[in-house]
C-alpha cells in the first residue's frame, strides 16, 4: 500500500477512531485502526466490537492495499506534522513507513486479516432524521439511562416506531429503575422496527458526536435486528444493540392522577439547587410539601443543618408530602424548554409524572423516596 | 541510596497497632486453667481450625486446617467449641484498656485495634515505647492474654510492626529507621497487597516494601491507582488512613453463616438453615436501621466446596419476607440433589439507610412496605417473648431446633447423613 493524502483530511477519518478504539485492550488489534486503500479513496474504520466507526476519505493511491496501526499513536503523529502533505507506504512485516516533510518516521503495524469483519451495509429502509431532532431526543432521555452494570437491559436508550400526532415518528426511552423519561418526535419516513431495540450507552454517546459534529447535513438510520447503522457525510457509524428486555414502561405510567400542580420552571430549578447545598451527597433526598398555591422544599442532614424553601404554585387540594431525589429533578428539569412545568400525582407511593407546559411530546417520571 | 533514610523525623505521628497472639486460643486458656501452656485448637463445631494456642502452633497446626488433620499430626491436642460471647468480651476488654492511654482507639476487628498516640508522652511522662510497654503488660497482667504491639508513623507501618515479632512481640519504628523495617518486609506482607497485587509487583521487580517506596510516586499510581498512592504515603511514614475513633455505627456489609453436623442432603433442611441465617442478617440490619439492596448466598458442602450466588433486589429492603421468594426461585444454583452440605451463609452488601428508601419504578412500593411492617412486628413479639417465639415457616423443617438462634447439633429429619 502507498499513498498521498493531506493531513487535515488523514486527521478527520482518525479523529473519529479516537474514542472508539479500546483502551483496556483485550484483543490488541481493537486499538488499531484499519486503513484501506482503493483506487482513490482511503478508508479508515475502528471498532471495539460494540461501537464501529468507518470514515471515506479522497486519496492519491499508487498502490491499494491495507494495514492496520495503533489509532492513538497514528493520530498524535500525524497531528504533529510539519507539512500538509502526507505519504503513507507499507513496508514487509506490516511496518508503515510516514513521510511528511523533512520528518519520517517508521511505526509497527498488524495484518489487516486481524481486523474484525463489521458490516456497514445500510439495508433499504433507511430514514434520514434531521440531526436537531436526534440530538434533542437523546438530550431529553439520556439522564434517565441507569449506569449499574448488573442491569445491562438499562443501560441504554430503548428506541421504537411509533406514529406521533398521526405521523410516522419515533421515541427514545430510557430509565433506571427510579426514573424514566420519553420523547417522541416525528420522522420523515416511517420506520421498519418491527419492535424496539435498546442502543448502548456508549452507542448513544458516539451517536451524538455525530449528529453534533457540524453542517446541515440529516443523519440516516437504519436498524436490523442486531445492530444499528447510523451515516452522515463520509462517516458511517455502527453499534451493537443490546440484546435484553426492556421493562414494560408503559404500564407504569399512572393513568389517574387526582393531584396536578403547575410551577415555574425557572423557580423551581433554584429552590431545588439551593435545598440541595444542605441534602446529603448520596441520597439528595427532600421533602417536598404541596399545599394550595405554594410549594416548600425542605430536607434536614445531620452533618450540615437544615434548609426550608418555598415557591408559588398553582395547586387546589389537600396539603401532602412526598420524599423525592432532588438530582432526579434537576435533571429533568433541565432539559425542558417551556417556562412552566406540570406534575401530576397520586400520593407518596406512586411515581409523580412530569410534563412540559406545551411539548406533547415528552414525558418524565419520578418515583418517591420513602420520608 | 539503599541506607538512606526515608525521613529523618523522629515521630510526626504516633500510631500504635494491638494485634492479640491466637486470640480465640488464648481466652480459652485464661477462661479455664487448666489449658494453659497445653496445645489446643478452637472450630470444634465448624471441623476445621479457627485459632490454634501458641503451644500448638509450635507442633506445626496452622488455621483452617481440618480437624482429622490435626488429630493425625498431634495427638494430644485439645479441640474446642468456639465460644463468641466470651472473645467478644474480652475484645472489648482490650479496648477498654487502651483507651486509658488514649481516646483515639480504633477496634478495628475483635482481635486487633489501632490508637493514635500522637502528644500523649507529656500525659504519660513516658516515651512512645514505654507506653506501649506499658499497654501490653496492663493486657497481660489484667487480661492474661498475650498481644503483639507494633508503634510507628502511620497504620500502614504499624501493623507491619506488631506482625515483626510474634507472639508477645513489641516492635517500635521511629521515622528515621522506616527503612530498615521495610527492606526486611516482602510487598506480599504489606497491609492490602494480596496475591495479585503481589504478583504484579514482582513483574516490576519490586521484592521488598522499600523497593516499592524508593519508586517515584506517579509509578505506584499508574500500576495501582488511588490505592497505590496511599500505601505509598502511609509506607513512608505520612498518614492517609485515620484512626476512626467513632464506635462501629455504619455497617459496609452484614454477614451470618452457619455450620451445622451432621451435614445434610435434605434440600428442605439446608433451605431453611439458610432462611435462618437470613432471618438473624435481616434482624441485625433493622436493629441498625439499614436495609440491603445486594445479597450473597452460599452453601458449603462436605468437601468443603462451595458455591455462592449474588442476588440483587430492585429496590433496598430490610425484611426477609421480600428476599425469600427470590431465594427459593434461585436454591437450585446452590443446592443440588446428592451432596451434602454442611453450611449456609448470608451476607448484606450495599448497606443503606432504612428511612428515605428510593423506590423503584417497577416494583410495588406497598409489597415492600407491608413485609417491612412485617418483620418489626416480628421484632416486637421477639422483644416481648424471646428469640425463637416467631419465625418463618420455611425453618420448621429444622426440627426440634426450628426455633433455636444457635446452630444445630443433631437435625432430626430424614435423610440426613450419619
Not at chain 1, 443490546?242 to 407504569?252: C, N, S
Not at chain 1, 396536578?260 to 433554584?270: E, G, L, M, P, S
Not at chain 2, 460471647?85 to 477498654?96: C, R, V
Not at chain 2, 441485625?284 to 458455591?307: D, E, H, I, M, P
Amino acid at each position: 500500500m502507498e499513498i498521498k493524502i493531506t493531513k487535515s483530511e488523514l486527521l478527520s477519518g482518525l479523529f473519529w477512531t479516537q474514542s472508539v478504539v479500546e483502551r483496556k485492550v483485550t484483543m490488541p488489534v481493537l486499538s488499531n485502526a484499519l486503513l484501506e486503500a482503493t483506487p482513490k479513496t482511503l478508508t479508515i474504520t475502528a471498532t471495539d466490537l460494540e461501537v464501529g466507526v468507518r470514515s471515506t476519505h479522497t486519496a492519491d493511491v499508487a498502490t491499494p492495499g491495507k494495514v492496520t496501526v495503533h489509532a492513538k499513536n497514528l493520530y498524535e503523529i500525524i497531528r504533529q506534522l510539519p507539512d500538509e502533505k502526507v505519504k503513507l507506504t507499507v513496508k514487509a512485516n506490516h511496518w508503515v513507513e510516514i513521510v511528511s516533510g523533512k520528518s519520517r518516521f517508521k511505526i509497527v503495524g498488524m495484518s489487516a486479516d486481524e481486523f474484525p469483519k463489521l458490516s456497514f451495509s445500510e439495508g433499504k429502509e433507511v430514514q434520514s432524521v434531521p440531526t436537531d431532532t436526534v440530538l434533542e431526543m437523546i438530550s431529553k432521555t439520556a439522564y434517565a439511562m441507569s449506569t449499574d452494570e448488573v442491569r445491562y437491559n438499562l443501560n441504554g436508550i430503548y428506541c421504537e416506531a411509533r406514529d406521533v400526532e398521526g405521523k410516522p415518528g419515533i421515541r427514545f426511552v430510557a430509565t433506571d429503575g427510579h426514573r424514566m423519561a420519553y420523547c417522541e418526535r416525528p420522522t420523515p419516513g416511517k420506520f421498519a422496527l418491527p419492535k424496539g431495540v435498546i442502543i448502548p450507552r456508549k452507542g448513544v454517546g458516539e451517536l451524538k458526536r455525530l449528529c453534533d459534529s457540524g453542517g446541515d447535513a440529516p443523519v440516516s438510520l437504519y436498524f436490523d435486528g442486531k445492530q444499528l447503522v447510523a451515516a452522515r457525510g463520509a462517516v458511517t457509524m455502527l453499534v451493537r444493540l443490546i440484546d435484553g428486555q426492556f421493562p414494560p414502561y408503559e404500564q407504569v405510567i399512572p393513568k389517574d392522577l387526582p393531584k396536578v400542580v403547575t410551577a415555574d420552571r425557572k423557580q423551581f430549578i433554584d429552590s431545588l439547587k439551593r435545598a440541595s447545598l444542605v441534602a446529603s451527597d448520596m441520597s439528595h433526598a427532600v421533602k417536598m410539601t404541596f399545599s394550595p398555591g405554594m410549594i416548600e422544599i425542605s430536607t434536614t442532614n445531620p452533618d450540615v443543618g437544615e434548609v426550608h424553601e418555598e415557591m408559588a404554585a398553582t395547586y387546589k387540594g389537600e396539603t401532602f408530602d412526598v420524599g423525592f431525589n432532588a438530582k432526579y429533578f434537576l435533571d429533568l428539569l433541565a432539559v425542558i424548554s417551556d417556562e412552566s412545568v406540570v406534575m401530576g400525582l397520586k400520593n407518596n407511593v406512586s411515581p409523580c409524572v412530569i410534563r412540559s407546559e406545551f411539548d406533547r411530546g415528552f414525558l418524565s417520571m419520578v418515583m418517591p423516596r420513602r420520608l | 541510596m539503599k541506607n538512606e533514610p526515608l525521613t529523618i523525623r523522629r515521630w510526626p505521628r504516633a500510631i500504635l497497632h494491638v494485634d492479640a497472639d491466637s486470640f480465640f486460643a488464648s481466652v480459652e486458656q485464661t477462661v479455664n486453667p487448666e489449658l494453659k501452656g497445653k496445645p489446643i485448637v478452637t472450630g470444634a463445631e465448624r471441623g476445621i481450625v479457627t485459632a490454634a494456642s501458641i503451644e500448638a502452633r509450635a507442633l506445626g497446626i496452622s488455621r483452617g486446617m481440618s480437624l482429622s488433620e490435626v488429630t493425625a499430626r498431634c495427638p494430644q491436642c485439645l479441640l474446642i467449641s468456639s465460644n463468641f460471647e466470651n472473645y467478644g468480651l474480652y475484645s472489648k476488654a482490650i479496648f477498654n484498656i487502651l483507651r486509658r492511654y488514649t481516646p483515639d482507639v480504633e477496634e478495628y476487628s475483635i482481635d486487633e485495634a489501632f490508637a493514635d498516640l500522637t502528644g500523649t508522652r507529656r500525659m504519660h511522662h513516658k516515651s512512645y515505647i514505654d507506653i506501649a510497654h506499658d499497654i501490653q503488660n496492663t493486657i497481660h497482667t489484667e487480661l492474661d492474654i498475650p498481644v503483639s504491639v507494633g508503634v510507628s508513623l502511620s497504620k500502614s507501618l504499624a501493623k507491619l510492626c506488631s506482625k515483626f515479632r510474634k507472639p508477645r512481640g513489641m516492635t517500635c519504628v521511629p521515622g528515621y529507621l522506616i527503612h530498615e523495617l521495610l527492606a526486611r518486609t516482602p510487598v506480599g506482607s504489606i497491609w492490602g497487597v494480596g496475591h495479585n497485587t503481589e504478583a504484579l509487583l514482582k513483574k516490576h521487580s519490586i521484592k521488598t516494601a522499600l523497593d516499592f517506596v524508593r519508586r517515584p510516586l506517579y509509578f505506584a499510581e499508574e500500576l495501582l491507582g488511588k490505592v497505590g498512592v496511599d500505601l505509598w504515603q502511609e509506607l513512608r511514614g505520612d498518614v492517609r488512613y485515620g484512626v476512626d475513633a467513632s464506635a462501629k455505627q455504619t455497617y459496609g456489609s452484614i454477614s451470618r453463616t452457619r455450620t451445622f453436623t451432621p451435614p445434610s442432603s435434605s434440600r428442605d433442611y439446608v433451605f431453611a438453615q439458610l432462611i435462618r441465617n437470613l432471618e438473624y442478617a435481616m434482624a441485625k440490619a433493622r436493629r441498625f436501621g439499614l436495609a440491603t439492596s445486594r445479597l450473597t448466598v452460599y452453601a458449603k458442602q462436605q468437601n468443603f466446596r462451595s458455591t455462592a450466588i449474588e442476588l440483587q433486589l430492585s429496590q433496598p429492603s430490610s425484611s426477609p419476607l421480600d428476599v425469600t421468594a427470590l431465594l427459593r426461585e434461585h436454591f437450585h444454583h446452590i443446592f443440588k440433589e446428592g451432596h451434602f452440605y454442611r453450611a449456609t451463609g448470608v451476607t448484606l452488601h450495599q448497606l443503606t439507610p432504612q428511612s428515605g428508601t428510593q423506590f423503584s419504578l417497577f416494583e410495588d412500593p406497598m409489597r415492600s412496605l407491608k413485609a417491612e411492617s412485617a418483620a418489626q412486628a416480628m421484632d416486637s413479639i421477639t422483644a416481648q417473648f424471646g428469640p425463637g417465639s416467631v419465625f418463618l415457616a420455611e425453618r420448621l423443617h429444622l426440627g426440634c431446633h426450628a426455633t433455636s438462634n444457635k446452630a444445630s447439633p443433631l437435625p432430626t429429619l430424614e435423610k440426613i447423613a450419619v
